[in-house]
């Protein structure tokens, strides 16, 4: 199967890159690379990664670090997003009230 990149996700890795490279070059170049391979390799089994379930349709595959999100077409595999493992999950809500109190606790 093709394998397409979305614009978020083409972004995410020029912004990746960038930010990498400012430290060192080699291995932002590395980082990149490994994001491609598993590109391919989604490419070739496209059912490798995990379903998403908080989006009906999204599949999840990681390549540590990163978790690469991606759907499914007849012919195709689109990439939708990246991000860092370390990066909060684009479907999570984020509350903001960072107060967090146990059950039972004073």
């Known amino acids: 199967m093709k394998v397409h990149f979305a614009l978020r996700a083409i972004l995410f890795l020029r912004s990746e890159q960038s930010?990498?490279?400012r430290f060192n070059k080699p291995?932002?170049?590395a980082a990149i690379a490994s994001?491609?391979?598993?590109?391919?390799m989604l490419g070739d089994y496209p059912h490798a990664g995990a379903l998403v379930t908080a989006v009906s349709g999204?599949?999840?595959?990681?390549a540590a670090p990163y978790h690469i999100d991606y759907i499914i077409?007849?012919?195709?595999?689109?990439?939708?997003?990246i991000?860092?493992?370390?990066?909060?999950?684009?479907?999570?809500d984020f509350d903001e009230d960072d107060d967090f109190e146990v059950p039972g606790d004073s």
């Open 19 to 21: 930010y990498i490279a």
């Open 58 to 62: 999204v599949r999840r595959y990681t």
């Open 83 to 92: 991000r860092h493992g370390r990066q909060q999950d684009p479907d999570m």
């Open 27 to 29: 291995a932002a170049r």
């Open 35 to 40: 994001i491609r391979k598993a590109a391919a």
């Open 73 to 81: 077409e007849k012919d195709s595999v689109i990439i939708v997003s």
